[in-house]
């Protein structure tokens, strides 16, 4: 792995997607995307709260924000589409609801009841697979409406961003960035000189264009790790399928990622990161 992607790895570890909405005042624009009756709210009202989890294959990223009293999670689907979209939010609004409680020092166990910050929950899906829903629900699509639980999430993609939202925005606009990212990866690959040509498109076609200007750098610099990152994986799955072990067994995917290291196709922070295991015991095995 180059080492100018090892420098970028150790600073910039999210997506575009991530990066973008990590930005307060564009974080501010997003709300107020979502949510245009608020008129009066302001960056100072916006706690960014996203759960912090290792990715693996770059498909999917988190976003969680805090604004008054709403709490907004928010996941990304980039090229494929899964009802079990849902499913991976469940926990993730646990988990944060959890936070949420420790941080405000709020009891569960006492007898008053306790109050909760509104809930809203959203994906972005920027695939071209047609949803045909606004709104997907657990209940629904898990057990035919007859569940005792349900988790109703937003669905906002190409077929429905401009009715949803009836002038340009930063969703919009971050649907057309994705779009645009697809068209150069499938004509010349993943690699940094796709990334530029992405950026400069945007920029040309005022597509995020303020942020793609503001932070060029960072941003080729996140594409062309995720692009390594995807390459990697995809490397191992070639060469599980063609030794004949079954993917995600550990111990053939532990002598890939020893082989990848040896061959300096990855770092020891790479492997312990797949393996979910420490830089030293990584290290322990490739002895």
């Known amino acids: ?21 990590g930005i307060k005042k ?3 624009e997003l709300y107020k995307a ?88 959203f994906v972005i899906y ?40 009836n002038k340009k925005n930063i969703v919009s606009e971050y649907i057309k960035f994705a779009d645009i990212s697809t068209k150069y990866e499938k004509e010349y690959g993943r690699t940094k000189e796709t990334a530029i040509k992405v950026i400069d498109e945007c920029i040309n076609e005022d597509i995020l264009k303020e942020f793609m200007v503001e932070h060029k750098k960072e941003v080729i610099g996140i594409m062309d790790v995720l692009y390594d990152e995807n390459v990697v994986m995809e490397s191992y799955e070639n060469e599980l399928r063609q030794e004949g072990i079954q993917q995600g067994m550990q111990q053939g995917m532990q002598q890939i990622l020893i082989r990848q290291f040896k061959d300096k196709k990855i770092t020891a922070q ?8 420490s830089v030293d015991e990584f290290l322990k095995l490739v002895k």
């Open 1 to 21: 792995m180059r080492s100018d992607t090892k420098r970028i790895r150790r600073n910039i570890k999210d997506s575009v997607f991530t990066f973008l909405f």
């Open 26 to 28: 564009y974080t501010l």
């Open 34 to 121: 979502l949510n245009p009756s608020d008129v009066e709210v302001t960056e100072n009202d916006i706690d960014i709260i996203t759960l912090k989890t290792i990715l693996v294959n770059g498909l999917y990223n988190d976003l969680g924000l805090l604004v008054k009293n709403t709490l907004i999670l928010m996941v990304e689907a980039q090229s494929i589409w899964s009802e079990n979209i849902v499913l991976r939010l469940l926990p993730y609004l646990g988990e944060t609801l959890a936070n949420y409680f420790k941080e405000n020092k709020i009891s569960l166990y006492g007898n008053k009841k306790v109050t909760m910050p509104n809930i809203e929950l």
């Open 126 to 165: 920027t695939g071209n697979k047609i949803i045909g829903k606004d709104i997907i629900s657990l209940n629904e699509l898990f057990y035919g409406n007859k569940g005792n639980i349900d988790l109703k999430v937003k669905v906002i993609s190409k077929e429905n961003v401009s009715i949803i939202f």
């Open 270 to 277: 790479d492997g312990a990161t797949y393996l979910n295991i």
